[in-house]
């Protein structure tokens, strides 16, 4: 699974920031674009027929910093 960074937009103007856990970007869209009911996933709530648009990209690890790399037990 990858962390998929994702925003979407709802009708009334909101939009909701989330990092969910799926195979693919494609399958994050797909989810909420294609498919029909209520979005429910950790305390976050909203019908998928208020969404808008989908914008999500894979969660890109952060840098090490230079210090930690030279610490060898």
Do not use: Q
């Not at 009708?11 to 009911?37: D, F, P, Q, T, Y």
């Not at 709530?45 to 210090?67: M, Q, W, Y």
């Amino acid at each position: 699974m990858k962390e998929i960074v994702t925003n979407v937009s709802l009708s009334n103007g909101h939009v909701i920031k989330m990092v969910l856990e799926r195979e693919s970007v494609e399958a994050v869209i797909e989810e909420l674009l294609e498919s029909s009911g209520t979005f429910i996933e950790d305390g976050i709530s909203f019908s998928k027929g208020h969404v808008i648009s989908v914008e999500a990209s894979e969660k890109r690890l952060t840098r090490t910093p230079a210090d930690a790399k030279k610490y060898v037990p």
